[in-house]
């Protein structure tokens, strides 16, 4: 059990260090939970988004949860159907209104389409559009402007041949189309990340067919703000390649992706230089046995060095698992010596990365393995000057695992009123099943143990103190029948 409690001991963390806030959090439940996006409001508190099945309502629903500016929980809503949706960014509107842009194959016609939420300044839905198109569409990221219109980028099979084009949606505040664009090459392409440079100028990242040399190349297309692409470039020069992210640097385009290694298939890191009118200036990779690929870059500081988002699979990762990290690289990608890792004995995998109006970062992604039982959102706070937060791996006070579900949002069908408390636990825990009806209490370890049997009517109680710290799960069973899992944290 000593590894599960060291990992556990890690999951959350808020500091000060001389007046900067750092933290490290996880947010799950019962279900598949992922963090995919996050933003920054006005008062420094954070919206995130992403999936989860913890709601109860479909296989996986779009969720929106809040934090404040320390990384404490407010609230979280859920939206979407009865199938799967995925939040895949979310943006603010002058901290009243927030939109919630991913794909949905509860909504629309067909497969998965392009999904986009409006919401109030509290979670409460206001309006969602779909956006039906012919074959499967993906979204990948989308922003919106000072005028109040979103761009969604992402692909689509909605081809002759049912290949992967680049898709782009542009609607208005209300979420009404006002244009989209379907193109791309004679084989697979997609549309990763869109920034934008001017009132009217934007580039989209992704990666594109090369028919000539049968491989993918990393793509940099130039958009306008009416919709007309003045290019599309071509970019890596031995194997496959694909384009994640970028930041301006005057008019330079810094980009970050990843190479495919033409020998063994291993995924390298892989940067990119070039000029607003496409000319190249530079790239830059390196090869490691293992995958370790660049997904996110932000600026930081004065703006002269910036932070990479990569997801690894290596020496440098917890053994057959990915990790995730950032590090610092000056503009010119020569490595500056400093970065931090989410390194569990899971899958860590980050998915957004921002810059934060203290000078700091913060990203969030999702944690995926049978110790959490499923998967899990994390946030990673990171002050100014490289403060990154202060993990005590043999402090099991600071272990917290803080739920994603508004304890008002929670709907089981056949135990809507159940409550467990506290959680995380010291000693004593408390068990209301709300109903009259004797209900048995089935508590096991990670490994499947079962740790402890009893029946209660409607309330119950155990005592945790002599137990070791770590994740359990409760079943709450009837006639065999498992009703509910929940999870319980012990310190």
């Known amino acids: 059990m000593k590894q599960i409690i060291l990992l556990i001991s890690f999951i959350s963390i808020t500091s000060f260090g001389f007046g ?13 939970d992922y963090g995919q996006g996050i933003t920054q409001l006005s008062d ?65 016609v067909g497969s998965y389409n392009f999904y986009l939420i409006k919401t109030d300044r509290y979670g409460n839905q206001i309006s969602e559009k779909h956006y039906n198109h012919t074959g499967w569409e993906k979204m990948h990221d989308a ?32 979420g009404d189309t006002l244009w989209t664009r379907n193109f791309g090459s004679s084989g697979e392409d997609a549309a990763h990340s869109i920034n934008q440079y001017n009132d ?60 495919k290694y033409p020998v063994g298939g291993d995924d390298d890191e892989y940067r990119l230089q070039v000029d607003v009118t496409g000319l190249y200036l530079g790239e830059w990779g390196a090869h490691f046995l293992g995958d370790n690929g660049f997904y996110q870059i ?25 990790d995730c990290g950032i590090a610092r690289f000056f503009n010119n990608f020569d490595f500056d010596g400093s970065f931090v890792n989410v390194t569990s004995t899971m899958d860590d995998i980050i998915e ?14 999702y944690m995926e393995g049978d110790m959490l039982g499923g998967s899990s959102v994390f946030v990673l706070k990171m002050g100014p000057n490289d403060d990154f937060p202060l993990i005590n791996w043999s402090d099991f006070s600071s272990i917290t695992i803080e739920s994603l579900v508004s304890v008002d949002e929670i709907q089981i069908e056949e135990l809507k009123d159940f409550r467990m408390y506290p959680n995380p636990a010291e000693h004593i825990v408390v068990v209301n099943t709300g109903t009259d009806e004797t209900i ?17 009517n409607n309330t119950g109680e155990f005592d945790v103190s002599t137990w070791a710290s770590a994740v359990y799960f409760i079943r709450i069973k009837r006639n065999a029948q498992v009703l509910k899992t929940s999870k319980l944290v012990v310190h």
């Open 352 to 365: 957004h990365l921002i810059p934060t109006s203290d000078g700091g970062l913060i990203f969030t992604g």
């Open 200 to 259: 009217t100028t934007f580039f989209v990242l992704g990666e594109i067919y090369n028919a000539d040399s049968s491989l993918t190349k990393g793509a940099i297309i130039k958009l306008y703000a009416n919709g007309d692409t003045s290019w599309v470039k071509q970019f890596g020069l031995y194997g496959n390649y694909s384009l994640n992210d970028c930041f301006f640097e005057g008019t330079t385009i810094n980009a970050v992706g990843v190479r």
């Open 143 to 174: 922003i919106i402007t000072a005028d109040s219109t979103i761009y969604m980028v992402g692909e689509t099979t909605g081809t002759a041949v049912g290949d992967k084009n680049f898709y782009i949606v542009k609607t208005n505040h209300n």
């Open 440 to 456: 048995e209490i089935e508590i096991v370890d990670v490994y499947g143990n079962v740790i402890l049997g009893q029946t209660i």
């Open 298 to 322: 932000s600026t930081y500081g004065d703006n002269s060095k910036n932070y990479i988002g990569s997801n690894f699979n290596n020496d440098f990762s917890a053994i057959g698992t990915y």
């Open 44 to 108: 420094s508190s954070y919206l995130i988004t992403g999936c989860s099945s913890s709601y109860d309502d479909s296989p996986s629903q779009v969720f929106l949860m809040k934090l404040d500016s320390l990384g404490t929980f407010q609230w979280s809503k859920n939206y979407g159907g009865t199938e799967s949706d995925w939040g895949r960014r979310v943006m603010n509107w002058n901290d009243t209104s927030f939109y919630i842009a991913g794909h949905s194959n509860s909504l629309g």
């Open 20 to 32: 900067q806030i750092k933290f490290f959090k996880i947010f799950t439940d019962n279900g598949y």
